[in-house]
């Protein structure tokens, strides 16, 4: 079994940043994709970055590209999520999944979820 435990959520202004952090246990966390989505009040969960399970291949939401990076510390089981210029409408749930491997941008693939880190980004 894995579990996954999100952390870093908070309260910011537009235009500012939060670092939020994934950590994860359970399994050999080297093997593992993880991934960010979010989802916000009354809309489906949507899929955020993810990276592999080496950190080799990253893959981000057009709309977050060039202001949000994800990264991985295996030597500590975590993963990162940086993100900057925060808007409001990017106020969600965040949450972290994994998977085997290999990344994917949809939320079927990932079997493993963590409970979630509020974001809330006023204008």
């Known amino acids: 079994q894995v579990q996954l435990v999100e952390s870093g959520g908070g309260l910011v202004q537009a235009g500012g940043s939060l670092r939020l952090s994934c950590a994860v246990s359970g399994r050999t966390f080297s093997r593992y994709a993880v991934a960010w989505f979010r989802q916000a009040p009354g809309k489906e969960r949507e899929f955020v970055a993810t990276?592999?399970?080496?950190?080799?291949?990253?893959d981000y939401a057009d709309s977050v590209k060039g202001r949000f990076t994800i990264s991985r510390d295996n030597a500590k089981n975590t993963v990162f999520l940086q993100m900057n210029s925060l808007k409001p409408e990017e106020t969600a749930v965040y949450y972290c999944?994994?998977?085997?491997?290999?990344?994917?941008?949809?939320?079927?693939?990932?079997?493993?979820w963590g409970q979630g880190t509020q974001v809330t980004v006023s204008s």
């Open positions: 999944a994994a998977r085997t491997y290999y990344s994917s941008a949809s939320p079927g693939e990932y079997p493993y």
């Open positions: 990276i592999s399970y080496n950190g080799g291949v990253t």
